[in-house]
């Protein structure tokens, strides 16, 4: 695996599909206001359109893994990975947290500076059992999100 810089290398083994925001964060992006006054119930802007912009998107499921050939994804330090999970769980963090949780828990799951992430789908499948070990993956989806230059907003 090579890098450039600070940026984080991926291995993985999916496809691409077309990418969109995922899930976790279309729930930060609008909230719905409270109380029992008619027009209450109408969604309200959270997060403004165009700040979560989303990059890549990458199928890992069993299938998807079973056809594909692995590959090496690059995501800067601050980019947002969001795996969703067989179980229906969600993780949010940075490509960079990703990597220093890992180096810190479990160091073997990275190659250089990388991180193997196949091979965590399999051990998190092993140790999860049930339906993720049955069909042995437990990481289903990872969707890349890149946050806008925050310096124009006031409020961050």
Do not use: C, H, W
Not at 16 to 38: D, M
Not at 103 to 110: E, I, M, N
């Amino acid at each position: 695996m090579e890098k450039q810089d600070d940026e984080v290398v991926i291995r993985l083994t999916g496809y691409e599909r077309p990418a969109v925001l995922p899930s976790g964060f279309l729930g930060a992006t609008r909230a719905t206001a409270g109380g029992s006054q008619a027009g209450a119930d109408r969604d309200r802007e959270f997060i403004p359109p165009g700040f979560l912009v989303p990059v890549k998107t990458y199928d890992t499921t069993p299938a998807a893994r079973g056809s594909a050939s692995p590959k090496d994804i690059v995501a800067a330090p601050d980019e947002l990975l969001e795996l969703e999970l067989a179980d229906g769980g969600t993780l949010v963090t940075t490509a960079e947290n990703l990597r220093a949780g890992l180096r810190q828990a479990r160091p073997d799951l990275l190659a250089g500076t990388g991180v193997l992430l196949d091979n965590l789908n399999t051990d998190l499948a092993a140790q999860r059992g049930g339906l993720a070990g049955v069909v042995k993956g437990f990481i289903t989806t990872i969707s890349r999100v890149r946050v806008v230059d925050t310096a124009q907003d006031s409020i961050l």
